[in-house]
């Protein structure tokens, strides 16, 4: 049985999922961000418990098909994000995972979330840019292209939008702003 799991976002949470699955004796085959599969089917009594402990773990469980391909299409923005390799365009990576028309895709997330698919990736690529600025020495200049921008002052353009400030002023302030990634 397959379950979706909302605001999966990183390794940790894998852990706590599988954490979660394994208290209550249920046997799990995999847990991969966004979804976990069990080797059985579970009763709604059992649903509803799953639905609670994930709840109070700052998951939640998925079962509307609409929702459960947002939070595809979010985790994709995520790994895309943070795809050391050449990037493909964004619109062809998210369709590949989907296996969906880019263009339905689209209009689903935005009506879902409120925002574009290039405006959530924006976000997460200016949420990574802060995480690198915060705790890496490397320039301007190679943290635009690990993040896949074509030249630092594209990078610098997109942060200022976003947060108001340049990359630079952002490494030099004490308190560092920066968000969870399922709060984007």
């Known amino acids: 049985m397959t ?3 909302k605001n999966m976002v990183c390794p940790r949470c894998i852990t706590a999922v599988k954490a979660i699955l394994m208290s209550m004796g249920l046997a799990v085959e995999k847990v991969i961000l966004g979804e ?6 579970l009763s709604q009594e059992q ?13 939640e469980l998925l079962d509307d098909p609409r929702s459960c391909l947002v939070e595809q299409i979010k985790i994709s923005v995520l790994q895309w994000v943070r795809m050391s390799s050449p990037r493909p ?11 969906r ?11 879902v979330k409120g925002m574009t698919i ?48 340049s990359p630079k002023e952002f490494r030099e302030m004490k308190t560092k702003n920066r968000f969870h990634l399922d709060e984007i």
Request: glycine residues 4%.
């Open 3 to 5: 379950i979706n799991v």
């Open 36 to 41: 976990a599969v069990i080797k059985d089917s």
């Open 47 to 59: 649903l509803t418990a799953l639905a609670d402990k994930l709840q109070a773990e700052g998951f």
């Open 89 to 99: 365009r964004l619109s062809e990576y998210v369709s590949d995972v989907a296996h």
């Open 101 to 111: 028309d880019y263009s339905s895709l689209s209009k689903l997330f935005s009506q």
């Open 118 to 165: 290039e405006h959530f990736a924006i976000l997460h690529r200016v949420e990574y840019a802060k995480e690198l600025l915060s705790y890496s020495q490397s320039p301007v200049s190679e943290i635009a292209y690990t993040l896949g921008y074509s030249s630092p002052a594209y990078l610098t353009s997109q942060f200022k939008q976003q947060t108001g400030m």
